[in-house]
């Protein structure tokens, strides 16, 4: 049963923003308690199943082919590789993977295939799978879900004024849609965003609009605070403060008491007080692994080191919802349309993202 209002307004959510810091803390950590037990965090672990090369033009994003940045680009990963990979993780104490692909969007075809096959193989090791692949159709949503996929990653990132600010080659509303296909499906939603890339109070406030009134809301919100990549527009923005991100966390587990909150990108450059703080605030789920998907994160012993100090306990697989079934190609009850449906190409301009392309060329 659902508790979480939908009618939040953006004043509401900017006044708990500003809320005094030991206010915003107590209510935002007496929520927490009310819907999860405060000392269980999620571990996940990201998975970059093809890296680098992506057509689009997201100002924060180290893998979009028109920035000049020093990542290294790859294929598609084998399924076998995955495999080990996610062995790996279980290992290590994660219930989660979540594989990024640098893509617009899917395209029906072997490498969609290739994809299926690694959630069906992760499913299988009994651990929740989240993609993260760009737009989706419904019908790609659908076999996905039919594969085993727990969970779809497609995030606002910002709000909708400040998106035009962010990206020029898709729509917020091409966003919103993607998350409507994955709701079609079994298949939970995770989307949050980017803190950081210069964006307001009342931006940070309208994303959160955006989320907490999705009817449902999304089952888990990553709150990323920017990796500033040399090369991208953004490579000069300063870092967002500790305070800026508990209050962001804290406001977060507010508005979406029920949410599974991830401490996202950004955690390189935060305390272990200042994480401890964060998870007072609500969130409890981060990822794990010396790398997110292209640029560093905590090593893994030392989180585990900080989940002692803390006594914090990983969170098992499936404890939110049930782990789907997973139906084998041969007996798949959907076929690949190959679709070719009209994403929004809005056409409007971002200075810092041209200049960033046009250094790169220099
Ligand atoms: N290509 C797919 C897409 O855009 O949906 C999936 C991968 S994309 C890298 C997933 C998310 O990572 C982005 O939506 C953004 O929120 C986050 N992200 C990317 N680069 C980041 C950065 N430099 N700092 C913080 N978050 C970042
Ligand atoms: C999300 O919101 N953050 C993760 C995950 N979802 C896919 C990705 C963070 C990427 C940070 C930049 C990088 O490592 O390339
Ligand atoms: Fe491509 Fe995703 Fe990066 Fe945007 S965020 S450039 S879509 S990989």
Redesign the pocket.
Known sequence: MSVSRNDWTKDEIIAIYNKPMMDLLFEAATVHRQFHDPNVVQVSTLLSIKTGG?P?D?GY?P??ARYHTDIEGNDLMTVSHVKAQALRAKASGSSRVCMGA?W?NVKDGPEFDQVLEMVRTINKLDMEVCCTL?MLTENQAQRLAEAGLYAYNHNLDTSEEYYKEVISTRGFEDRLQTIENVRKTNVTVCSGGIIGMGESIEDRAGMLVALATLNPQPESVPINALVAVEGTPMEDEKPVEIWEMIRMVATTRIVMPQTQVRLSAGRMSMSREGQAMCFFAGANSIFAGDKLLTTPNPDVNDDMKMFDMLGLIPQKPFVKAAQPETVEAEQSKFSALGEKPKWTRPGHTIERNIEASQKSKV
């Open positions: 992506c689009e997201c994003c893998q979009a640098a617009r760009g």
